[in-house]
């Protein structure tokens, strides 16, 4: 994966020439305001290193959300709220299939969804007949998983401490089901890219028959980015296919499926894209359908994907404002995105790192990070107080966070900001971890 660099406007000189060179005043590009349903172009030319840094522009893509302050939410991990322009297209998708009922939904949503599958999967580089929808990434992979036919008595199954507890879940369902055996491993603490790759490399060796390995692209508990494609191949070159969480990875950062080459991948619709909550997307390469069983019942033909899960009704609605929220996201850009949530990141983590008795999870390496990190105050990985600290940041600085588990070294707290956080919010969480750690 390829993913710019870190270098912003606060921290290159270069990057503040090219502003000045831009002409930029000191509260950013000159521009009308944003309305309702007209998302901020980025200025052209400006290289998204450099826009990360330009507070004039994203307070104006900030001014397209609509969202609470009391408390501030850093825990846009969770799922992304909709931009104003995409949540006005749902309401008017609501009213449409509410006044049209079954006359819509019978005669015209069918060219309509399909539509939108094809855009999907155009953003991810793949055909159309490779995607169907799910009503989250969960829901998607576990399908795959449970459905897997390339696992049986004697092979194993393997899997990291830091993914997702519900697809761990269905891991241990598939090697149950089939008489495998269960794999795991630990996600080295501090994570290097060469750490990560050598903790995959020795579980396969320990585990010589793996046939399915279950990746996580973006980990949902620290933020810690995986080198995927590397990972991929060497799990191909040991006769093990892989099941890619890509949940948190569409829409926080430019990539491909095709770039990866993982065979079975989740992707959720509502979290970095901006859509409904509702919607998520899987994809089973062309070649590889056959490895996922048809839903149980499903009557043929199987030749197609969307018979690996039967959804029945599906919302509407949400479906149609999918392609809303990628028409909201390339108005902006999808690397441009990336490097503000970076920007953002860096923000409060870099410093926080400087402060005694603060452990921040996630290297600061731009292959590695994203928009998501975690933190622990003082090595403690204890679960009832990791909850209590996401607490007291809520309760006694009006900062919303959550506390992760299933770490093997112990709980910690999320922090996840969005393109609606503001700088002084990132401020703020900085002097309460000040706080915090002195006490």
Known sequence: MTMPSRRTLLRGSAAAAAL??????????????????????????????????????????????DVTETPVNLEAGYFGTMSRPVLAAYQRHIGRVNRE???????????????????VARALGVGADEVAFARNATEALQTMIRQYRGVGAGDSVLFADLDY?????AMRGLAAARGATV????????????????AYAAALERHPRTRLVLLTHVNNKTG???????????????????????????????????????????????????APVGVAAFHVRRDRLDAIAPAPGEPPPHDRIDSRLHTGTTDFAAVM?????????????????????????????????????????????????????????????????????????????????????????????????????RPEHLDRLVEALRVLAAR
Not at 112 to 119: E, F
Not at 392 to 417: K, N, Q, W
């Open 20 to 65: 000045a060179a831009l002409g930029h005043r000191a509260g950013g590009l000159d521009a009308a305001e944003p309305t309702a349903d007209a998302p901020p172009p980025p200025p052209a030319g400006v290289p998204p290193d450099v826009l990360a840094g330009d507070e004039g522009y994203w307070r104006r893509v900030a001014r397209q959300y």
């Open 101 to 119: 009922g079954a006359t819509f939904a019978r005669r015209e949503y069918p060219a309509i969804a399909r539509a939108v599958r094809d855009r």
């Open 165 to 169: 507890p519900a697809m761990q879940d």
């Open 183 to 198: 794999a795991t491993l630990e996600i080295p603490e501090p994570a290097s890219r060469q750490g990560v790759l050598d």
């Open 224 to 274: 810690l980015v995986h080198p995927v494609r590397e990972l991929t191949a060497m799990a191909a070159a040991r006769g093990a296919e892989v099941v890619l969480d890509a949940a948190h990875a569409f829409g926080q950062f430019p990539f491909t499926l095709p770039e990866i080459g993982a065979p079975f991948v989740g992707v959720n619709l509502h979290k970095w894209v901006g």
């Open 321 to 421: 404002a999918i392609a809303d929220a990628l028409d909201f996201q390339d108005t902006i850009g999808v690397s441009n995105k990336a490097a503000r949530l970076r920007h953002l990141r860096d923000r409060w983590a870099i410093p926080a790192r400087r402060i005694p008795g603060v452990d921040i999870l996630t290297p600061d390496d731009p292959d590695l990070v994203g928009a998501i990190t975690s933190f622990r105050l003082r090595g403690d990985g204890d679960e009832r107080r990791n909850a209590g600290l996401a607490r007291t940041l809520a309760e006694e600085f009006g900062l919303f966070t959550v506390a992760r588990s299933g770490l093997a070294r112990g709980d910690c707290v999320r922090v996840t900001p969005a393109l609606a956080t």
